[in-house]
């Protein structure tokens, strides 16, 4: 999962999770290079783009990887996601069944990774509004459900963006730190029970007592 190199900047890697047309890709190159294409170009498999930040003084490298949304493509999906820390999971705000879609994503990302991923749930294309078929409500609860977080965003007017990533690499680096504290607390409790134990020969144990005989010579 997470990593930290020797310079001391954490690596996180994210993948975002959603149907085709939904708007994954405008999402990751307007967050990574301030980009925005209103033609739709199907993600082909995956690719993946690097994002360096700082947050709160600490070193961060995302690797954030784009996958296709075709159902063709569905049985990759464990492949992009398995070692992830995050997972953005993207629906379209006037399309119902991408919402829907989503709830499969949760599922399959519980189901394989259990509480080790970070889950955002993220409606695009607040710029159409007014076809939006999919209730904030709705979604929100939904999100509060799964434990995860709820965001709406435009890709298209780089509306939220910036803060759903921050987010995410805020908690992200959290339950880093979660995991290296109840790492550092385990090989603590392991060395405290070593220096406890003594070791002793089965002979030197009075089993009767649980106490122990000294062992003397006889002499004439």
């Excluded at 106490?211 to 010579?217: L, P, T």
Aim: with cysteine; hydrophobic share 35%.
């Amino acid at each position: 999962m997470s990593s930290s190199s020797a310079s001391g900047t954490h690596n996180f890697k994210i993948v975002l999770l959603g149907e085709g047309a939904v708007g994954k890709t405008s999402i990751v190159l307007r967050y990574v290079e301030d980009k925005f294409n209103d033609k739709h170009v199907s993600t082909l498999q995956a690719s993946f783009l690097n994002k360096k930040l700082n947050v709160g003084g600490k070193r961060v490298n995302l690797a954030i990887w784009d996958t296709a949304g075709q159902e063709k493509f569905h049985a990759l999906g464990p492949i992009y996601y398995r070692m992830s820390n995050g997972a953005v999971l993207v629906y379209d705000i006037t399309d119902e069944d991408s919402f829907q879609k989503v709830k499969n994503w949760v599922k399959e990302l519980k189901k394989m990774l259990g509480n080790e991923i970070c889950i955002l749930i993220v409606g695009n294309k607040t710029d159409l509004e007014k076809d939006r078929t999919v209730p904030v409500e709705l979604a929100e609860e939904y999100a509060k459900q799964v434990g995860a977080k709820h965001f709406l965003v435009s890709a298209k007017l780089n509306r939220g963006i910036e803060e759903l990533f921050l987010d995410l690499t805020q908690v992200m680096l959290q339950k880093a730190e979660e995991q290296n504290r109840a790492k550092e607390n385990a090989i603590n409790r392991g060395g405290s029970l070593r220096r406890n134990v003594l070791i002793v020969n089965d002979e030197d144990v009075d089993e009767l007592s649980g106490g122990y005989r000294r062992k003397c010579c006889s002499t004439n």
